[in-house]
């Protein structure tokens, strides 16, 4: 008994153990994400983007519905009802004042055959209406594309702040052992120590910043990909682009010209324009005469409807249920024209009110035009000052890098004090810092020009 106790013991410990081992490696192993990756998975789960194409799905069932009522409308019933007391049995035709089961079926149909052609224009309205909200799905997805690959190149951004800051610790922390072995001998002054010491602090606020602003761009990247904030993982920096073979000889015009025809904003704000105008023709259509037709067919059954089977004597007897719904059929048609009179003015209020709106999408879509446009000269400006900042801090940098070796050669040989070597280190930590964030800005600056022309964000 003990030895089973001890078997199954160890199992469990075992299990437990195996358990929290798997746990830990996984822990430990951050899931590697390209841009690419990062930008399909958004796309497949993009809540914006799920509640965008149900909107698609709905539009595509109000065009089968105004397909469906052009179709004539057939309905059909059945009664049955027992009554006590006095009454007129209607199918009998008599007045009886005892129990009747009394039955009935009928069906009948109805065909509108003219209604201002409001049926046929609302159909193409719901067909509008698909496409303007298949549009708005390219749009929700257009969007997005641009929104991760923004967030992602940020993220790269702030990892190479990071490690840049990561490198001025390293390289503080180098300095202050220095200062403290030459303070013990006396050949520096506590001044000094304390000097670098403050240096060190510094670059350790500066990656806790650095730090802070990675966590932070990778959470709103996993926000953007429906990832649960829980799972670390990891970019992978693609082959970025030579930022020396970068072009931001874009002309804005011409970009405009390439854009305006496929961008999803300016379809989607098109089809509105379409969805409205049909909207008009609907609502138009109600100030026609409407003509229908239709036809009926029923029949009944009463337990008190009886037949005379001999006059003398008189002899009655009730006639069976199967005959009676056959002599009781009856069938009718109808034809009905039905034309506005008055209304109380809704049919002219509505129709006034098709037409604003009419005016609104049209204004719209040349607010959509404008908007883009001036996006499009924005960003071909913007990607000629980042190419200008680029080139300004890579030569700031360099000329702050040459002037903190200088300084620290000089303070080598005590030609140089403490408080001048920290100013220059800082002011080289800061050079690196803007020529980081200017290429990678350069980067993404000509990666919108290229988003704007239709082609895809990549940086291999």
């Known amino acids: 008994m003990n030895n089973m106790f001890l078997h199954y013991t160890k199992t469990f410990v075992l299990s437990v153990c195996f358990s929290l081992c798997f746990v830990y490696v996984n822990a430990q192993e951050p899931k590697v994400v390209t841009l690419q990756e990062a930008i399909k998975q958004a796309l497949d789960n993009n809540l914006q983007v799920k509640q965008a194409a149900f909107q698609e799905s709905l539009s595509e069932q109000d065009v089968l519905q105004a397909k469906m009522n052009i179709l004539p409308s057939i309905s059909s019933s059945i009664s049955s009802s027992k009554n006590w007391g006095l009454l007129f049995d209607q199918t009998a035709g008599v007045l009886v004042n005892s129990t009747v089961t009394s039955a009935g079926a009928s069906a009948s149909g109805n065909l509108v055959l003219f209604s201002g052609f409001q049926r046929v224009n609302q159909i193409k309205m719901n067909k509008y209406q ?30 190479d702040l990071m490690v840049a800051a990561q490198q001025q610790v390293k390289l503080s922390s180098e300095q202050v052992e220095v200062q403290q072995a030459n303070y013990d001998v006396g050949n520096n002054t506590l001044a000094d120590l304390s000097q670098a010491k403050s240096q060190l602090a510094t670059d350790e606020l500066s990656l806790t910043t650095a730090q802070n602003g990675y966590e932070i761009s990778v959470l709103d990247l996993k926000q953007l990909m429906e990832m649960d904030p829980k799972i670390r993982i990891e970019l992978q920096k693609p082959a970025l682009p030579n930022v020396e073979k970068l072009t931001s000889s874009y002309d804005a015009e011409s970009v405009y010209e390439s854009a305006v025809d496929d961008y999803p904003d300016i379809i989607l704000a098109k089809f509105n324009s379409m969805v409205a105008k ?52 009856n069938r009718n048609v109808f034809a009905s024209l039905s034309i506005p009179v008055f209304d109380n003015y809704r049919r002219t209020i509505n129709y006034r009110k098709a037409k604003i709106s009419y005016n609104n999408a ?27 900042r680029y080139y300004s801090t890579e030569q700031a940098f ?36 803007d020529f980081i964030q200017a290429k990678y800005d350069f980067i993404f600056r000509s990666k919108v020009i290229d988003f704007y022309l ?4 990549a940086f291999d």
């Open 130 to 159: 698909l496409l303007a909200d298949e549009s708005n799905v390219e749009k929700v997805k257009n969007d997005l594309v641009l929104s991760v690959a923004t967030k992602y190149l940020e993220a790269l951004t702030n990892h």
């Open 278 to 329: 049909k909207n008009v023709d609907v609502n138009r259509g109600g100030f026609y005469p409407q003509l229908s037709i239709g036809a009926g067919y029923g029949t009944n059954y009463s337990s008190q409807a009886q037949r005379v089977v001999s006059r003398d004597p008189l002899i009655m007897e009730l006639i069976p249920f199967g005959q009676q719904l056959d002599q009781n059929r």
């Open 362 to 388: 049209l204004n719209n879509e040349r607010l959509a035009k404008n908007n883009l446009n001036k996006i499009i000269n924005q960003a071909v400006l913007d990607l000629r000052a980042a190419e200008k």
């Open 454 to 457: 239709g082609r895809t964000i």
């Open 398 to 433: 360099t000329s702050a890098k040459d002037a903190f070796e200088v300084t620290k050669e000089r303070y080598d040989v005590g030609m140089s004090n403490a408080v001048e070597l920290a100013t220059q280190q800082t002011a080289m930590n800061k050079a690196e810092f």
